[in-house]
Protein backbone atom coordinates (compact mmCIF):
# COMPACT_ATOMS: atom_id res chain seq x y z
CA UNK A 1 0.00 0.00 0.00
CA UNK A 2 1.15 3.79 -0.40
CA UNK A 3 3.04 5.37 2.41
CA UNK A 4 -0.02 7.44 3.65
CA UNK A 5 1.21 11.03 4.49
CA UNK A 6 0.33 12.35 8.03
CA UNK A 7 -2.65 15.47 8.49
CA UNK A 8 -0.73 18.77 8.74
CA UNK A 9 -2.57 19.89 11.87
CA UNK A 10 0.21 19.59 14.57
CA UNK A 11 -0.41 16.58 17.42
CA UNK A 12 0.40 17.26 21.42
CA UNK A 13 2.99 14.85 22.49
CA UNK A 14 3.27 14.40 26.39
CA UNK A 15 5.48 11.43 26.92
CA UNK A 16 9.56 12.15 27.61
CA UNK A 17 11.28 11.44 24.23
CA UNK A 18 13.88 8.63 25.26
CA UNK A 19 17.54 9.85 24.98
CA UNK A 20 18.98 8.03 22.39
CA UNK A 21 23.27 7.63 21.02
CA UNK A 22 26.26 6.97 22.15
CA UNK A 23 25.70 8.53 25.79
CA UNK A 24 26.78 11.69 24.22
CA UNK A 25 24.04 13.66 26.24
CA UNK A 26 25.52 12.87 29.26
CA UNK A 27 24.49 16.10 31.82
CA UNK A 28 27.84 17.45 33.12
CA UNK A 29 26.03 18.75 36.38
CA UNK A 30 24.49 15.67 37.95
CA UNK A 31 26.14 12.62 40.27
CA UNK A 32 29.49 13.17 40.94
CA UNK A 33 29.61 10.06 41.90
CA UNK A 34 28.37 9.21 38.55
CA UNK A 35 30.95 11.04 36.75
CA UNK A 36 34.08 9.79 38.32
CA UNK A 37 33.23 5.73 36.30
CA UNK A 38 32.54 8.43 33.14
CA UNK A 39 35.39 8.28 30.18
CA UNK A 40 37.08 11.72 29.92
CA UNK A 41 35.56 11.72 26.46
CA UNK A 42 32.08 12.41 28.24
CA UNK A 43 33.13 13.27 31.45
CA UNK A 44 34.85 16.70 30.33
CA UNK A 45 32.05 16.97 26.78
CA UNK A 46 32.08 20.78 26.76
CA UNK A 47 28.55 21.43 27.79
CA UNK A 48 28.11 25.44 26.57
CA UNK A 49 29.30 26.87 23.25
CA UNK A 50 31.36 29.31 25.18
CA UNK A 51 33.78 25.63 26.25
CA UNK A 52 34.57 24.78 22.93
CA UNK A 53 37.97 25.28 22.62
CA UNK A 54 38.10 25.36 18.58
CA UNK A 55 35.73 26.52 15.28
CA UNK A 56 35.29 29.42 16.58
CA UNK A 57 33.55 30.70 13.53
CA UNK A 58 30.93 28.42 13.40
CA UNK A 59 30.16 28.94 17.04
CA UNK A 60 29.79 31.84 17.02
CA UNK A 61 27.57 31.54 13.66
CA UNK A 62 25.10 29.26 15.85
CA UNK A 63 25.00 31.71 18.61
CA UNK A 64 24.04 34.64 16.27
CA UNK A 65 21.14 31.97 14.42
CA UNK A 66 19.95 31.20 18.45
CA UNK A 67 19.68 34.60 19.89
CA UNK A 68 17.88 35.58 16.52
CA UNK A 69 15.92 32.96 16.84
CA UNK A 70 15.99 32.02 13.29
CA UNK A 71 18.26 28.89 13.51
CA UNK A 72 18.35 26.70 9.98
CA UNK A 73 18.39 23.22 9.15
CA UNK A 74 22.77 22.54 9.90
CA UNK A 75 24.70 20.22 8.40
CA UNK A 76 27.83 19.10 10.30
CA UNK A 77 30.78 17.37 8.63
CA UNK A 78 34.46 16.72 9.09
CA UNK A 79 36.96 14.26 10.83
CA UNK A 80 36.14 12.92 13.58
CA UNK A 81 36.60 13.90 17.31
CA UNK A 82 36.52 18.00 16.07
CA UNK A 83 33.51 18.88 17.94
CA UNK A 84 30.22 18.35 15.97
CA UNK A 85 28.50 16.40 18.01
CA UNK A 86 29.53 18.96 21.43
CA UNK A 87 28.51 21.79 19.19
CA UNK A 88 24.85 20.40 18.43
CA UNK A 89 24.71 19.55 22.04
CA UNK A 90 25.65 22.44 23.25
CA UNK A 91 23.88 24.27 21.51
CA UNK A 92 20.44 22.42 22.50
CA UNK A 93 21.40 23.36 26.13
CA UNK A 94 21.81 27.17 24.99
CA UNK A 95 18.17 26.63 23.16
CA UNK A 96 16.35 24.55 25.74
CA UNK A 97 17.78 24.72 29.22
CA UNK A 98 18.24 21.52 31.17
CA UNK A 99 14.66 20.41 29.50
CA UNK A 100 16.84 20.16 26.62
CA UNK A 101 16.67 16.42 26.36
CA UNK A 102 12.77 15.81 26.52
CA UNK A 103 13.31 18.09 22.72
CA UNK A 104 15.55 16.40 20.77
CA UNK A 105 15.95 13.12 19.03
CA UNK A 106 19.11 12.10 18.51
CA UNK A 107 19.91 8.93 16.15
CA UNK A 108 23.00 7.62 15.18
CA UNK A 109 24.56 4.55 13.28
CA UNK A 110 23.52 2.23 16.17
CA UNK A 111 20.31 2.78 15.55
CA UNK A 112 18.19 1.13 12.71
CA UNK A 113 17.64 3.99 10.32
CA UNK A 114 16.24 2.78 7.32
CA UNK A 115 13.13 4.19 5.26
CA UNK A 116 10.80 2.90 7.95
CA UNK A 117 12.38 5.00 10.77
CA UNK A 118 12.12 8.06 8.55
CA UNK A 119 8.74 7.16 7.68
CA UNK A 120 7.63 6.75 11.49
CA UNK A 121 10.12 7.72 14.29
CA UNK A 122 10.89 10.58 12.93
CA UNK A 123 8.43 11.92 11.12
CA UNK A 124 5.85 10.96 14.70
CA UNK A 125 8.78 13.18 16.40
CA UNK A 126 8.51 15.76 13.86
CA UNK A 127 4.70 16.12 13.63
CA UNK A 128 4.13 16.12 17.27
CA UNK A 129 4.17 19.42 19.85
CA UNK A 130 5.56 19.52 23.18
CA UNK A 131 2.85 20.39 25.79
CA UNK A 132 3.73 23.53 28.08
CA UNK A 133 6.51 23.99 25.08
CA UNK A 134 6.99 26.73 22.62
CA UNK A 135 8.92 26.83 19.70
CA UNK A 136 10.50 24.34 17.72
CA UNK A 137 12.33 20.57 18.01
CA UNK A 138 15.58 18.95 17.05
CA UNK A 139 16.23 16.02 15.24
CA UNK A 140 20.21 15.13 15.46
CA UNK A 141 21.08 12.42 13.03
CA UNK A 142 24.66 11.69 13.85
CA UNK A 143 26.32 9.84 11.24
CA UNK A 144 23.88 10.62 8.81
CA UNK A 145 26.71 9.45 6.18
CA UNK A 146 25.50 5.90 7.15
CA UNK A 147 22.22 6.78 6.02
CA UNK A 148 20.42 4.02 2.89
CA UNK A 149 19.86 6.43 0.31
CA UNK A 150 16.21 5.54 0.39
CA UNK A 151 16.08 6.77 4.08
CA UNK A 152 17.62 10.21 2.19
CA UNK A 153 15.30 10.35 0.08
CA UNK A 154 12.56 10.05 2.29
CA UNK A 155 13.87 12.63 4.91
CA UNK A 156 14.06 15.11 2.30
CA UNK A 157 9.89 15.67 2.38
CA UNK A 158 10.06 15.04 6.24
CA UNK A 159 12.26 18.28 6.52
CA UNK A 160 10.35 20.24 4.02
CA UNK A 161 7.10 19.70 6.04
CA UNK A 162 7.30 20.06 9.35
CA UNK A 163 10.14 23.14 9.04
CA UNK A 164 7.61 25.34 11.24
CA UNK A 165 7.95 22.73 14.25
CA UNK A 166 11.40 20.72 14.41
CA UNK A 167 15.02 21.93 13.04
CA UNK A 168 17.32 18.84 11.76
CA UNK A 169 21.12 18.41 12.62
CA UNK A 170 22.78 16.19 9.98
CA UNK A 171 25.92 15.26 10.92
CA UNK A 172 28.48 13.18 9.02
CA UNK A 173 32.61 12.41 8.10
CA UNK A 174 31.69 12.61 4.29
CA UNK A 175 29.47 15.20 2.76
CA UNK A 176 29.84 13.35 -0.39
CA UNK A 177 27.48 10.77 0.87
CA UNK A 178 24.65 12.75 2.05
CA UNK A 179 22.65 13.17 -1.71
CA UNK A 180 22.55 16.71 -3.18
CA UNK A 181 18.68 17.42 -2.38
CA UNK A 182 19.44 17.57 1.66
CA UNK A 183 22.64 19.45 1.34
CA UNK A 184 20.71 22.42 -0.01
CA UNK A 185 17.67 22.06 2.05
CA UNK A 186 20.97 22.38 5.09
CA UNK A 187 23.05 25.09 5.96
CA UNK A 188 26.86 23.29 6.33
CA UNK A 189 29.71 23.57 8.17
CA UNK A 190 32.50 22.23 7.41
CA UNK A 191 34.83 21.26 10.91
CA UNK A 192 38.65 21.16 10.53
CA UNK A 193 41.21 18.92 12.62
CA UNK A 194 42.09 20.86 15.60
CA UNK A 195 45.19 22.63 15.68
CA UNK A 196 47.77 21.67 18.50
CA UNK A 197 47.22 25.32 20.41
CA UNK A 198 43.78 24.75 20.57
CA UNK A 199 43.92 21.34 22.41
CA UNK A 200 46.50 22.73 24.76
CA UNK A 201 44.15 24.54 27.01
CA UNK A 202 41.57 22.07 27.36
CA UNK A 203 44.21 19.06 27.69
CA UNK A 204 46.38 21.20 30.33
CA UNK A 205 43.38 21.31 32.72
CA UNK A 206 42.11 17.87 32.35
CA UNK A 207 45.28 16.85 32.99
CA UNK A 208 45.52 19.01 36.48
CA UNK A 209 42.41 17.38 37.21
CA UNK A 210 42.74 14.02 36.76
CA UNK A 211 46.48 14.09 37.97
CA UNK A 212 48.31 12.91 35.03
CA UNK A 213 52.18 13.13 34.91
CA UNK A 214 52.54 13.48 30.87
CA UNK A 215 56.15 14.68 29.90
CA UNK A 216 56.54 17.01 26.92
CA UNK A 217 57.62 13.99 25.02
CA UNK A 218 54.48 12.54 25.49
CA UNK A 219 52.66 15.35 25.00
CA UNK A 220 53.80 15.40 21.42
CA UNK A 221 53.79 12.50 20.65
CA UNK A 222 49.92 12.51 21.54
CA UNK A 223 49.41 15.89 19.10
CA UNK A 224 50.96 13.33 16.42
CA UNK A 225 48.91 10.46 16.75
CA UNK A 226 45.69 12.57 16.96
CA UNK A 227 45.94 14.12 13.23
CA UNK A 228 43.49 16.65 15.37
CA UNK A 229 41.15 14.11 17.10
CA UNK A 230 40.21 15.49 20.73
CA UNK A 231 38.20 12.34 21.15
CA UNK A 232 41.08 9.85 20.36
CA UNK A 233 44.16 12.18 22.61
CA UNK A 234 41.63 11.41 25.23
CA UNK A 235 41.24 8.28 24.99
CA UNK A 236 44.82 7.44 24.70
CA UNK A 237 45.59 9.76 27.37
CA UNK A 238 43.40 7.63 29.83
CA UNK A 239 44.40 4.20 28.91
CA UNK A 240 47.62 5.58 29.25
CA UNK A 241 47.15 7.11 32.72
CA UNK A 242 45.39 3.24 33.89
CA UNK A 243 49.01 1.71 32.83
CA UNK A 244 51.73 4.13 33.35
CA UNK A 245 52.46 6.40 36.33
CA UNK A 246 54.48 8.73 34.00
CA UNK A 247 53.33 9.03 30.38
CA UNK A 248 56.15 9.90 28.03
CA UNK A 249 56.31 8.82 24.35
CA UNK A 250 57.05 5.27 24.60
CA UNK A 251 54.45 5.09 26.52
CA UNK A 252 51.85 6.95 24.28
CA UNK A 253 53.17 4.45 21.61
CA UNK A 254 53.48 1.14 23.56
CA UNK A 255 49.60 2.14 24.31
CA UNK A 256 47.95 2.27 21.20
CA UNK A 257 50.18 0.00 19.47
CA UNK A 258 51.94 2.15 17.13
CA UNK A 259 55.50 1.83 16.02
CA UNK A 260 58.02 3.84 17.68
CA UNK A 261 59.91 6.35 15.34
CA UNK A 262 63.15 4.80 15.92
CA UNK A 263 61.75 1.40 14.71
CA UNK A 264 60.73 2.95 12.13
CA UNK A 265 63.96 4.55 11.60
CA UNK A 266 65.53 1.36 11.96
CA UNK A 267 63.50 -0.92 9.26
CA UNK A 268 63.86 2.31 6.31
CA UNK A 269 67.22 1.74 7.08
CA UNK A 270 67.57 -2.21 6.81
CA UNK A 271 65.53 -1.91 3.71
CA UNK A 272 67.60 0.96 2.34
CA UNK A 273 71.47 -0.76 3.14
CA UNK A 274 70.99 -4.19 4.07
CA UNK A 275 70.64 -7.26 1.78
CA UNK A 276 67.02 -8.66 1.07
CA UNK A 277 67.06 -11.99 3.22
CA UNK A 278 68.87 -9.86 6.39
CA UNK A 279 66.25 -6.62 5.49
CA UNK A 280 63.86 -9.37 5.72
CA UNK A 281 64.41 -11.17 8.73
CA UNK A 282 65.13 -8.34 10.80
CA UNK A 283 62.11 -6.66 9.69
CA UNK A 284 59.88 -9.81 10.39
CA UNK A 285 61.80 -10.37 14.21
CA UNK A 286 61.49 -6.57 14.87
CA UNK A 287 57.13 -6.90 13.98
CA UNK A 288 56.52 -10.09 15.64
CA UNK A 289 58.94 -8.92 19.16
CA UNK A 290 56.64 -5.34 19.07
CA UNK A 291 53.27 -6.81 17.96
CA UNK A 292 53.44 -4.19 15.36
CA UNK A 293 50.71 -4.33 12.28
CA UNK A 294 52.83 -3.89 8.89
CA UNK A 295 49.61 -1.17 8.00
CA UNK A 296 50.59 0.69 10.69
CA UNK A 297 54.37 0.64 9.78
CA UNK A 298 53.10 1.56 5.90
CA UNK A 299 51.51 4.36 7.37
CA UNK A 300 54.83 5.90 9.33
CA UNK A 301 57.10 5.04 6.39
CA UNK A 302 55.10 6.81 4.32
CA UNK A 303 55.43 10.25 6.55
CA UNK A 304 59.32 9.49 7.32
CA UNK A 305 60.43 9.17 3.56
CA UNK A 306 59.05 12.81 3.10
CA UNK A 307 62.28 13.25 5.62
CA UNK A 308 64.53 11.45 3.31
CA UNK A 309 66.06 13.41 0.18
CA UNK A 310 65.54 10.77 -2.69
CA UNK A 311 65.14 12.24 -6.55
CA UNK A 312 61.62 13.46 -7.51
CA UNK A 313 60.76 9.74 -9.85
CA UNK A 314 62.15 7.49 -6.75
CA UNK A 315 59.88 9.30 -4.46
CA UNK A 316 56.71 8.67 -6.69
CA UNK A 317 57.64 5.18 -7.02
CA UNK A 318 58.29 4.43 -3.54
CA UNK A 319 54.66 6.60 -2.51
CA UNK A 320 52.46 4.71 -5.74
CA UNK A 321 53.63 1.63 -4.40
CA UNK A 322 53.34 1.90 -0.23
CA UNK A 323 49.71 3.03 -1.39
CA UNK A 324 49.43 -0.25 -3.29
CA UNK A 325 50.48 -2.42 -0.26
CA UNK A 326 48.16 -0.58 1.91
CA UNK A 327 45.05 -1.06 -0.34
CA UNK A 328 46.25 -5.02 -0.52
CA UNK A 329 46.09 -5.09 3.40
CA UNK A 330 42.92 -3.37 3.55
CA UNK A 331 41.06 -6.28 1.64
CA UNK A 332 43.06 -9.06 3.42
CA UNK A 333 46.32 -9.58 1.48
CA UNK A 334 48.50 -11.62 3.33
CA UNK A 335 51.10 -9.65 5.83
CA UNK A 336 54.33 -11.94 5.04
CA UNK A 337 53.76 -11.87 1.69
CA UNK A 338 53.45 -7.93 1.46
CA UNK A 339 56.31 -7.40 3.91
CA UNK A 340 58.64 -9.13 1.49
CA UNK A 341 56.75 -7.09 -1.38
CA UNK A 342 57.39 -3.90 0.64
CA UNK A 343 61.61 -4.48 1.44
CA UNK A 344 61.58 -5.05 -2.36
CA UNK A 345 60.15 -1.82 -3.69
CA UNK A 346 62.66 -0.27 -1.45
CA UNK A 347 65.26 -2.21 -2.89
CA UNK A 348 64.17 -1.38 -6.32
CA UNK A 349 63.84 2.58 -5.25
CA UNK A 350 67.43 1.82 -4.58
CA UNK A 351 68.50 0.81 -7.57
CA UNK A 352 66.45 3.71 -9.16
CA UNK A 353 68.36 6.28 -7.11
CA UNK A 354 71.76 4.66 -8.38
CA UNK A 355 70.67 5.54 -11.53
CA UNK A 356 69.95 8.95 -11.33
CA UNK A 357 72.85 9.77 -9.60
CA UNK A 358 75.29 7.92 -12.03
CA UNK A 359 73.45 10.22 -14.93
CA UNK A 360 74.40 13.80 -12.64
Partial sequence: MPDVEMEDHMDIDTQTTNDKGKGKSVELATNVAGLENLPWVEKYRPATLEDLVSQKD????????????????????????????????????????????????????????????????????????????????????????????????????????????????????????????????????????????????????????????????????????SNGDMRRILNVLQACHAAYEEIDDIAVYTCTGQPLPHDIEK?????LNEEFNTAQSNFSKLKTEKGLALQDIVTEIAN???????????????????????????????????????IGVFKIATELAAKVSMKN
Fill in 267 to 271: IVTWM
Fill in 58 to 225: ITTTIERFINENRLPHLLFYGPPGTGKTSTILASARNLYGSNYKSMILELNASDDRGIDVVREQIKSFASTRKIFSSGFKMIILDEADAMTQAAQAALRRVIEKYTKNVRFCLICNYVSKIIPALQSRCTKFRFSPLEPSQIESRLQMIIEKENVHLTESGKKALFKL
Fill in 304 to 342: YIDAIEFPANVRVYLLDKLAEIEYKLSGGATESIQTSAL
